[in-house]
């Protein structure tokens, strides 16, 4: 079926550095959302982008987070500065215009220290 | 805003036995999609069930779940569990089927473990 990749699959930084979680959705989908999953706990929403826009965010999506597809390319979230409480599993994921089921990325583990 | 309750935490069922995991909703939008989504350790979450016609029953893989907007419920129903059967499972609302604005409301998903 549908695969939406990510890369990468496990990163470990610092406090305070950036990093930049990449996203290649399925190739026909229009919609792109970000989640974010703390170990032993419930996936929460992040942020839904659209032609080049944030859509929505939630309050996980602090000021130090951004995302972007510049000229169709991965779907990006960075986190800069990083901190503690950012360590999680992000999943990526993404759909077409007319349904509401998304198709996940493996994710990709951040652990900050 | 929207909201999805589920069966709390962990479930433990011994193989064979019907599998029951609730899920009520909150939303203001008469019309709303449910979703079971199902999560295998170290994978990610993917589409199992979805549903957004009232008291239709909709069955995918031997799980079934009806959407029944009177209770606002949605449960997940499986007649005899199979140990491939144990993972995290998700409810999931949303307000509308696509279009830009369209994003999912997850429960805190139950933890399915079926047992030999």
């Known amino acids: 079926g549908p695969k939406v990749l990510q890369i990468p699959s496990h990163q470990i930084i610092d406090m305070g550095q950036m990093v930049t979680l990449n996203c290649d959705p399925v190739s026909n989908h229009l919609y792109f959302y970000w989640y974010k999953q703390i170990l032993g706990q419930q996936m929460e929403f992040l942020v839904n982008?659209?032609?080049?826009?944030?859509?929505?965010k939630s309050k996980l999506f602090k000021d130090q987070f951004s995302v972007e597809r510049p000229d169709g390319s991965y779907f990006t979230l960075k986190i800069q500065p990083t901190a503690l409480e950012d360590s999680a599993v992000y999943f990526c994921a993404s759909r077409t215009a007319n349904t509401g089921q998304l198709y996940f990325g493996e994710g990709s583990k951040l652990t900050v220290l | 805003g929207d909201s999805v309750t589920q069966t709390e935490g962990l479930v433990t069922l011994t193989e064979g036995l019907p599998v029951m995991l609730n899920c009520t909703y909150q939303t203001i939008y008469s019309n709303p999609f449910l979703f079971w989504y199902v999560q295998h350790l170290n994978e990610s979450p993917r589409l199992l069930l979805k549903?957004?016609?009232?008291?239709k029953r909709t069955e995918h893989q031997g799980f079934h779940a009806t959407l029944h907007k009177s209770s606002s419920s949605f449960h997940l129903q499986k007649s005899s569990a199979q140990l491939s059967d144990s993972a995290l499972y998700y409810c999931a609302l949303s307000d509308r089927l696509g279009g830009s604005n369209a994003k999912l409301t997850f429960g805190k998903g139950t933890k399915l473990s079926v047992k030999s």
């Open positions: 549903s957004f016609t009232d008291n």
């Open positions: 982008f659209y032609n080049g826009k944030v859509m929505e």
